[in-house]
T-cell receptor, first 113, second 115 residues
Framework: GDSVTQMEGPVTLSEEAFLTINCTYTATGYPSLFWYVQYPGEGLQLLLKATKADDKGSNKGFEATYRKETTSFHLEKGSVQVSDSAVYFCALSDPGYFNKFYFGSGTKLNVKP | ETGVTQTPRHLVMGMTNKKSLKCEQHLGHNAMYWYKQSAKKPLELMFVYSLEERVENNSVPSRFSPECPNSSHLFLHLHTLQPEDSALYLC??????????????FGPGTRLTVT
C-alpha cells in the first residue's frame, strides 16, 4: 500500500542554517505530494505541494521537488529562522480514493537564535 | 468565519460523560475527515465522509460516533471514553474529484483530555 517515510527528529539548527528534511514515499498510482507544517497548539497548514514528477513546490522560502526516480520529496530552506520552529509533515494523496492522505510521522524542527 | 473551524478548542471530560466535537468548513468542499493526533504517534485517520456519506471507518471503537448532517458540518460524538483517547482531534476538508486541487485543509483541532 501507499506510505510515507520521513526522517526522525528533532532537528536542531542555528538561525540562518540550511535545512533539509528527507521524505520518501511508496505509491501505486500517481499521487500528489505535500508538506504541511504544524505550529504549537494549532492544526496542520499546507506549506507546499507538487502534483506531478519534476514539479517544484515552493512557499515562504521552502522548496521541495517531486522526484519520481528516487520516490522522494525532500523539504529544503536556505536560511531558517526561529519562527520556522514547528513540526513538518510529508504527505501523499490518493486522488482515486476520496483524497485519502498518507502522512509521515512528522519531524520537529527547533531553530535556535 | 473562513476555512475550517472546530469547537470546542479544549475539552476535559470524565469517562462516563457524553460530549460532541463540532467541525464546520466554509470552503464549499464535498469531503470531510476526522483525524486523531496522539503524542509520539503518527496522524491517524478515523473517518471520511464524501458527499455526506461515510466512506471510511478505520476500525475506530464504537465509543466514537461520527455524524455528517450536510457537506459543511461534521460532528464526533463521544461517550464512555478511556484515558488513552486523550489526544488532539483534527478535522479536515477537501474537494474530491477536481483533478488537481486535492489538498486537505485542517481546522485548529480540539484538545481532548479524558480523566
Amino acid at each position: 500500500g501507499d506510505s510515507v517515510t520521513q526522517m526522525e527528529g528533532p532537528v536542531t539548527l542555528s538561525e540562518e542554517a540550511f535545512l533539509t528534511i528527507n521524505c520518501t514515499y511508496t505509491a501505486t498510482g500517481y499521487p500528489s505530494l505535500f508538506w504541511y507544517v504544524q505550529y504549537p497548539g494549532e492544526g496542520l497548514q499546507l506549506l507546499l505541494k507538487a502534483t506531478k514528477a519534476d514539479d517544484k513546490g515552493s512557499n515562504k522560502g521552502f522548496e521541495a521537488t517531486y522526484r519520481k526516480e528516487t520516490t522522494s520529496f525532500h523539504l529544503e530552506k536556505g536560511s531558517v529562522q526561529v519562527s520556522d520552529s514547528a513540526v513538518y509533515f510529508c504527505a501523499l494523496s490518493d486522488p482515486g480514493y476520496f483524497n485519502k492522505f498518507y502522512f509521515g510521522s512528522g519531524t520537529k524542527l527547533n531553530v535556535k537564535p | 468565519e473562513t476555512g475550517v473551524t472546530q469547537t470546542p478548542r479544549h475539552l476535559v471530560m470524565g469517562m462516563t460523560n457524553k460530549k460532541s466535537l463540532k467541525c464546520e468548513q466554509h470552503l464549499g468542499h464535498n469531503a470531510m475527515y476526522w483525524y486523531k493526533q496522539s503524542a509520539k504517534k503518527p496522524l491517524e485517520l478515523m473517518f471520511v465522509y464524501s458527499l455526506e456519506e461515510r466512506v471510511e471507518n478505520n476500525s475506530v471503537p464504537s465509543r466514537f460516533s461520527p455524524e455528517c448532517p450536510n457537506s459543511s458540518h461534521l460532528f464526533l460524538h463521544l461517550h464512555t471514553l478511556q484515558p488513552e483517547d486523550s489526544a488532539l482531534y483534527l478535522c479536515a476538508s477537501s474537494q474530491v474529484g477536481t483533478g488537481g486541487n486535492d489538498e486537505q485543509y485542517f481546522g485548529p483541532g480540539t484538545r481532548l483530555t479524558v480523566t
